[in-house]
């Protein structure tokens, strides 16, 4: 059952009044986004998120809202890692929290084109070669290993080894200084120069190119429907501005997080290659994968509290 263009026109219409709602609301506040805040947003997109995916489980049957809350769950997963990249980024430029927002709110809204494009593209060529999944697969074999291995450290997550920063900076005037919210300025001998907050953009923009390498092979190893893969995908997204600010004090506790996603592009790498020999039905994929993240995160939560509460035991005998 193909999806009408009319449900394709409806989905991104939504998504783009929620977007202009979102960013109407942070221009209109004068400071930063509080803990607080953040969370109830996070809440709201997630709400938003489960109620579409019940939606189209009622609409298109229980196959299609299965395949749709696995791929979501994914991306969700894989944003929350993205993060630690944003993080470095911001460190990088010295960027505010307040101009934080704006700059997630445009990653955002150009990972809405960039992975959509990716999403529709992929989808088409497994369709036309199905092949095309066992490399697919192999190569998430690969990333998991590299997470294994100890992914994170590698030189590419480094702002100052992006090779569009490095580009932009040799062939566009920028700035000396950086207005607040603005990308473009213009110089007093009337010259148009780009400021570091445009340059922040491009490198959110290519890092986040970077990671959806990794993640549309993992959601087309779960489903063949374009478009159920691209609204898990764009909702998924849609959360990780809000999510930043809640979880950018708390990045480095999750200590476990990394091994829990190898395990999981691991599992859905051999999914893909052995799916024509062994069945895996999404709703063991679902619990599986979702098994394995709230483990990652609950054994990440109790090793900080057990070095949290270590000073304390030592202290007395000190």
Known sequence: MSTPWWAWALFNAAVLLVLAVDLGVARRRHRA???????????????LSVAFGCVLWTVRGRDRGMEFFTAYVIEYALSVDNLFVFLLVFQYFRVGPRQQHLLLFWGVLGAFVLRGTLILGGAALVHE?????????????????????????????DPA????????????????????????????SGKIQVTALFLVVLVVETTDLMFALDSIPAVLGVSRDPFVLYSSNITAVLGLRSLFFVLSSLLAKLRYLKPALA????????????????????????????????????????????????????????
Do not use: C
């Open 161 to 188: 080894h992006n090779p569009v920063l490095k580009l932009a900076r040799r062939v566009l005037p920028v700035a000396d200084e950086t207005p607040e919210d603005r990308f473009v300025v213009r110089s007093s």
């Open 33 to 47: 986004q509080t803990t607080a805040e953040a969370g109830r947003w996070v809440l709201l997109w997630v709400s």
């Open 129 to 157: 070669f199905e092949w095309l999944l066992y490399l697919f697969g192999a190569f998430l074999l690969w990333t998991a290993f590299k997470l294994v291995r100890g992914g994170e450290d590698e030189p590419e997550a």
């Open 263 to 318: 395990v999981v592009l691991g599992f859905v790498g051999l999914k893909m290659i052995l799916e024509e020999w062994i069945r895996v039905p999404v709703w063991l994929s679902l619990i599986i994968i979702v098994g394995v993240l709230v483990l990652a995160f609950l054994a990440s939560w109790w090793k900080g509290r057990n070095e949290d509460a270590s000073p304390e035991r030592d202290g007395p005998r000190a």
